[in-house]
Every structure is written in C-alpha cells, then in structure tokens.
C-alpha cells in the first residue's frame, strides 16, 4: 500500500525568504503523479503544483517549485519569496493507479512579517 | 461559478438522526470522491464514483451511504449519527487525461458536520 510522509508538522518563514516543506511517499508503482495542495483557515483546498512520475524535470508554478527524487521517492515544495497569503497547511499527495489520491498528515506554515 | 459545489456548509444535528451532503459539479469530469478530514487534519478517502459506478468503497461504516444519480452528482446520506462522524467531509471530483494522467482533484468547500 501506498504511503506518504510529511515528517515535519509545522513549519515558520519571514516574509520575503525561501522555505522548503518535505514529503516522502512509498510505492512500488513506477507511473504515478505527486501533488501538492494548500488549505488556508478558509478551509478550500487549493492544487499548488503537480508533477508526473515519468517525467525528471522539476514542476514550477510562479514562486513554488518542487525537488522530485524519484529513487528517493522524495517530493518537495519549495516556497520563494514568502507572502503572508502563503500562510496555510500544506498536504503531499500520491496519485497512483487507481486515481486515489493519497495524503500526507499536513505541514502547517506560519509566515511571520 | 462555482466549480465543486457541496451543501448545507455546516451542518449541526443531534446523535442518532439522519442528515444527508449533496454536491455537484460543473466540470465535466468523470469521477467523484467524498473525503473526510478528521479533527487532526487528515484526510481519508471515503468512496469514489466513475460515471455513476462505485470504484472505491473504503472502509466506511454501512452507515454511510454514497448515491450518485448522474455523473455531475454524488450525494453523502449518513444514519444515525454518532459523535465521532463530527468531522469535516469533502467532495471532490477529477478528470483522468489521455494516457491515464490524473491532473488533480477540484475539492468543494468542505461540510464541517458537529454531531451533538
């Protein structure tokens, strides 16, 4: 069975600087898509990025990028110039076969002004 | 418009009675899901939908009883409620692309349910 690890469940930034949440996912499935998604205090869940398995290029969208591993089975998020607006709980996701997607336990981030 | 839509948004009721979620989409896609997402934040797979068709049945308590009546519907009806299904239940739907790429769920807004 698929898991995903989020191992650090709250993380704190300045605004403006870089962080880094951590995710690693265990699978023996070899084509599978990894996600991030935000949930602000709103409570909506909000896709951040996607990045396919197959594919070695990291994803970016704007500020956010990702560091896939796949040997490492390692996937994560990395958050330039902070805004207060980023501040939210974060879930890595694993899609695999069955299209269920798969969540970790939440990194909760604080941006500090 | 809204692309996910899942009502009532907050529903307070009393153990042992009836109370049903209903959601809808607008998307277009071919799948529907209901999650919940516990006190602790984390979230678990409850059903899954294709067309109509039931492809993921977790174990949920027979309690909980997924109906979906076409593909841009699938509704949530729980009996008697107990304290511990205070939770908050998402919907949320996808679309599987060519070559079987999944490109993410669209979530509803979430249903925070308080049993009392």
């Known amino acids: 069975a698929q898991t995903v690890t989020q191992s650090q469940p709250e993380m704190s930034v300045q605004e403006a600087e870089t962080v880094t949440l951590s995710c690693t996912y265990d699978?023996?499935?070899?084509?599978?898509?990894l996600f991030w998604y935000k949930q602000p205090p709103s409570r909506q869940m909000i896709l951040v990025i996607r990045?396919?398995?197959?594919?070695?290029q990291n994803a970016t969208e704007n500020r956010f990028s990702v560091n896939f591993q796949k040997a490492a089975k390692s996937f994560s998020l990395k958050i330039s110039d902070s805004q207060l607006g980023d501040a939210a709980m974060y879930f890595c996701a694993f899609g695999g076969a069955t299209n269920k997607l798969i969540f970790g336990t939440g990194t909760l981030l604080a941006v500090q002004p | 418009d809204t692309a996910v839509s899942q009502t009532p948004k907050y529903l307070v009721t009393q153990m042992g009675n009836d109370k049903s979620i209903k959601c809808e989409q607008n998307?277009?896609?071919?799948?529907m899901y209901w999650y919940k997402q516990d006190s602790k934040k984390f979230l678990k797979i409850m059903f899954s939908?294709?067309?109509?068709?039931?492809?993921i049945n977790e174990t949920v308590p027979n309690r909980f009883s997924p109906k979906s009546p076409d593909k841009a519907h699938l509704n949530l009806h729980i009996n008697s409620l107990e304290l511990g299904d205070s939770a908050v239940y998402f919907c949320a739907s996808s679309q599987v692309g060519e070559g079987g790429g999944l490109y993410g769920y669209t979530f509803g807004s979430g249903t925070r349910l308080t049993v009392v």
């Open positions: 990045q396919e398995a197959y594919k070695q």
């Open positions: 998307l277009g896609h071919d799948t």
């Open positions: 699978t023996s499935e070899s084509d599978y898509y």
């Open positions: 939908y294709n067309n109509k068709e039931l492809i």
